[in-house]
């Protein structure tokens, strides 16, 4: 499984998007890692195939006809011998099958949880961010005012200083 690693928004922090998956990492391969594991799924995954069900078709087909025209006799009519074979693959076909089905299940279990978890940390840093970002609206928001307000006493004591430049102005010419 790859990983892919993001920076985050927030500052030295990292995600790695696959982290909540990492703990389910062992239930990857159906029936194990090992050469056997990996055949018996491979073996079972064949069973369901369009390839698998056309060639036991053609084979038992060719089989009965072999058998009833006569050209062998080795398994005569009522085909015991392709009973046989039939019962086998179906011992063997049946557990595998169902292993890999239940094998399969924990597996779409886990990393359905695992992307719960996911959905979950990244609903909990968006509400982070959104609560972030209110605030900071919020610090703006009375930034602004007290900005406004600073403007407005400017603009009143440039009046101030205008009205007093006028009277000193008009006091020392009127002299």
Aim: proline share 4%.
């Amino acid at each position: 499984m790859q990983t892919a690693t993001i920076t985050d928004p927030r500052p030295n922090a990292t995600a790695n998007h696959h982290r909540f998956h990492l703990p389910h990492a062992h239930l990857a391969p159906a029936f194990g890692s090992d050469w056997f594991g990996l055949k018996a799924e491979a073996f079972a995954r064949f069973f369901g195939t369009p390839t698998f069900l056309i060639s036991q078709s053609v084979l038992v087909a060719l089989w009965i006809a072999l058998n009833v025209a006569g050209v062998t006799q080795f398994d005569i009519y009522p085909f015991i011998l392709l009973n046989l074979a039939f019962s086998l693959q179906a011992a063997y076909a049946a557990p595998l099958i169902l292993l890999a089905q239940t094998r399969q299940a924990d597996r779409d279990k886990a990393l359905s949880d695992a992307d719960v978890q996911h959905r979950e940390a990244l609903a909990a840093a968006s509400a982070e961010r959104q609560q972030l970002a209110s605030h900071q609206s919020a610090q703006i928001l009375e930034l602004l005012e007290q900005n406004t307000s600073l403007t407005k006493m400017t603009q009143e004591l440039s009046q101030r200083i205008e009205n007093l430049t006028a009277q000193i102005h008009e006091s020392l010419c009127h002299r």
